[in-house]
């Protein structure tokens, strides 16, 4: 059975891509012929950064910039608990140990959703294994039934606060998404469309909802039977 699944980039719509990885590029190992990895691939999709992106934090000062756009500089002695803006949020605990630093970078986002009829899909986001040694990062990642609960994503990093920081070019691998169903031998179809006004409206009901009540929030993310439940999901 195939499985379809959509995403929607919030920024950089053209640039965003969420793609499987070029099969070819595989080909000349011998691992590319075992079904159990096969299998994993078809079902695996690799995240692409839409711009550069350069991000240092030295002596209380966190810098990042976009392309060639100007630097932002904030000042953590400025920010009480949170910092948020269309590209970066942290909350300024994160970045108190000196071994490790964690940002969310928001110009990825994408929101994800299914078709109403497909009752179990999971979404899985997880690390890319290049970027700890390219870009100085890893992904943090999650998993939850995305049949229940439609919504966006951003790519949480976890960094070596070096004077290099995170560099990142426009095209590098950033993250992947993996999904799973009821049955393995699905065939999830990830696809750009757009999405309307009516569905971001009710994900932020659906957001007002679950944020009041966290038992409620854990069943909608990882309960297969409580979809129908839930007055907030269908568009």
């Known amino acids: 059975m195939k499985y379809d699944v959509y995403y929607d980039p919030i920024s950089f719509y053209d640039e965003n891509v969420i793609e499987h990885e070029d099969r070819g590029s595989h080909l000349d190992y011998t691992y590319s012929q075992c079904p159990v990895w096969g299998h994993m691939f078809d ?15 030295q002596d209380n000062i966190l810098k990042y910039q976009i392309n060639e756009e100007r630097c932002v500089s904030i000042n953590l002695n400025d920010v009480d608990e949170e910092y948020g803006d269309d590209n970066i949020f942290f909350s300024v605990s994160d970045l108190d140990n000196d071994d490790c630093h964690v940002v969310q970078l928001s110009f990825i986002n994408s929101f994800f959703w299914t078709s109403f009829k497909q009752e179990y899909l999971w979404f899985e986001f997880l690390d890319h294994p290049q970027t700890y040694a390219i870009n100085n990062f890893v992904a943090i990642g999650g998993w939850f039934n995305i049949a229940n609960h439609p919504r966006t994503t951003s790519l949480g990093i976890r960094y070596e606060p070096t004077e290099e920081g995170v560099m990142i070019e426009r095209g590098d691998p950033l993250y ?8 393995m031998d699905d065939k999830p179809i990830l696809q750009k469309k757009k999405s309307t006004n009516s569905m971001f409206e009710a994900l932020e009901e659906r957001r007002e909802v679950l944020s009041e009540d966290s038992k409620f929030l854990k069943e909608v993310l ?6 129908g439940k839930c007055p907030y999901h269908e568009f």
């Not at 992947?176 to 049955?183: A, K, L, P």
């Not at 990882?222 to 979809?227: E, G, I, P, T």
Request: proline share 3%; aromatic share 20%; charged share 30%.
């Open 222 to 227: 990882f309960d297969k039977n409580l979809r």
């Open 176 to 183: 992947r998404v993996r999904f799973y169903t009821d049955n």
């Open 43 to 57: 079902r695996t999709f690799v995240g692409y950064s839409p711009v550069d992106f350069s991000l240092q934090c």
